[in-house]
């Protein structure tokens, strides 16, 4: 949680800078000349700053800890390198500007496919098939990934393979299964939450009234005490996760749903 709540408040305090250098470029006259460098740095901030704190809300759940920390290093090193072309451009030759330009556009790629993999490794899917769909998806971005830093630094590849296509159906398939993973985790949650507790609501119960201290059978929900006529209202709900996920029998201290931390009185404790 702190990790995350630094990111967020240095992704609102950058943001805010770069707005701010946004709106001075395009009102105070003396700032118009470098108008084209403050915008497009506004938008590079703000990027970069979404795909840090991605790969940080995924270090935050300690999954893939070392790749989400590649990720937010390439994340850094790719803001740097397109800042720096975008102000000193001037300074470099075409060489060193086209080489600082595939530094950069390489280490986007890789934030960007570390950001997109740590989230879909983040549903917990009770199907193999479900799972199947969610590794597919990662391999196929990882080939699209591979794909497009090949003809970064290799051009010449795209003599010999029709680049668009191959990209063109890469990007299709790692689109379709970015959207279809979390709706399969959508479906298996919405399935859990339907799903029929241990135990029927309406039950009848052998109740004592706290008034007139008779016994009697009162069914769940609003009823009364059949001697003094007093409003009693029976509710019997079985411990549930905010995600809808039924914890009885649950002995872990997470629900394997959603990675909440349960509280100990709703845990299951078998005796």
Same mark, same amino acid.
């Given at each position: 949680?702190?990790?995350?709540?630094?990111?967020?408040?240095?992704?609102?305090?950058?943001?805010?800078?770069?707005?701010?250098?946004?709106?001075?470029?395009?009102?105070?006259?003396?700032?118009?000349?470098?108008?084209?460098?403050? &915008?497009?740095?506004?938008?590079?901030?703000?990027?970069?700053?979404?795909?840090?704190?991605?790969?940080?809300?995924?270090?935050?759940?300690?999954?893939?800890?070392?790749?989400?920390?590649?990720?937010?290093?390439?994340?850094?090193?790719? &803001?740097?390198?397109?800042?720096?072309?975008?102000?000193?451009?001037?300074?470099?030759?075409?060489?060193?500007?086209?080489? !600082?330009?595939?530094?950069?556009?390489?280490?986007?790629?890789?934030? !960007?496919?570390?950001?997109?993999?740590?989230?879909?490794?983040?549903?917990?899917?009770?199907?193999?098939?479900?799972?199947? !769909?969610?590794?597919?998806?990662?391999? !196929?971005?990882?080939?699209?990934?591979?794909?497009?830093?090949?003809?970064?630094?290799?051009?010449?590849?795209?003599?010999?393979?029709?680049?668009?296509?191959?990209?063109?159906?890469?990007?299709?398939?790692?689109?379709?299964?970015?959207?279809?993973?979390?709706?399969?985790?959508?479906?298996?949650?919405?399935?859990?939450?339907?799903?029929?507790?241990?135990?029927?609501?309406?039950?009848?119960?052998?109740?004592?009234?706290?008034?007139?201290?008779?016994?009697?059978?009162?069914?769940?929900?609003?009823?009364?005490?059949?001697?003094?006529?007093?409003?009693?209202?029976?509710?019997?709900?079985?411990?549930?996760?905010?995600?809808?996920?039924?914890?009885?029998?649950?002995?872990?201290?997470?629900?394997?749903?959603?990675?909440?931390?349960?509280?100990?009185?709703?845990?299951?404790?078998?005796?």
């Amino acid at each position: 949680m702190r990790l995350r709540k630094a990111f967020l408040w240095s992704m609102i305090v950058s943001l805010a800078l770069a707005a701010l250098l946004g709106i001075s470029a395009l009102i105070l006259p003396r700032w118009y000349r470098y108008d084209e460098e403050i &915008l497009l740095s506004t938008v590079l901030f703000g990027a970069y700053s979404l795909v840090a704190l991605i790969c940080a809300s995924v270090l935050e759940k300690r999954r893939f800890v070392a790749l989400m920390w590649t990720g937010l290093a390439a994340a850094g090193a790719a &803001l740097a390198g397109w800042l720096l072309l975008t102000w000193f451009h001037a300074a470099f030759h075409s060489r060193a500007e086209m080489r !600082v330009a595939r530094i950069a556009g390489t280490f986007t790629i890789i934030t !960007v496919l570390l950001g997109q993999s740590g989230l879909l490794t983040l549903p917990r899917f009770d199907h193999p098939w479900a799972g199947g !769909v969610r590794w597919m998806t990662i391999g !196929v971005s990882s080939l699209l990934a591979a794909t497009g830093i090949a003809l970064v630094w290799f051009g010449w590849i795209a003599q010999h393979i029709d680049e668009w296509r191959v990209l063109g159906v890469l990007g299709i398939l790692a689109a379709c299964g970015t959207v279809v993973t979390p709706i399969l985790w959508k479906v298996q949650a919405a399935r859990r939450a339907e799903s029929a507790d241990t135990i029927p609501r309406r039950l009848q119960l052998q109740v004592t009234c706290p008034r007139c201290q008779s016994q009697q059978q009162l069914r769940t929900g609003p009823a009364k005490c059949a001697q003094c006529g007093l409003r009693i209202t029976i509710a019997v709900e079985e411990p549930r996760c905010a995600c809808g996920y039924l914890l009885y029998r649950l002995e872990s201290n997470r629900c394997p749903e959603c990675g909440r931390e349960i509280a100990e009185a709703d845990r299951w404790a078998a005796t």
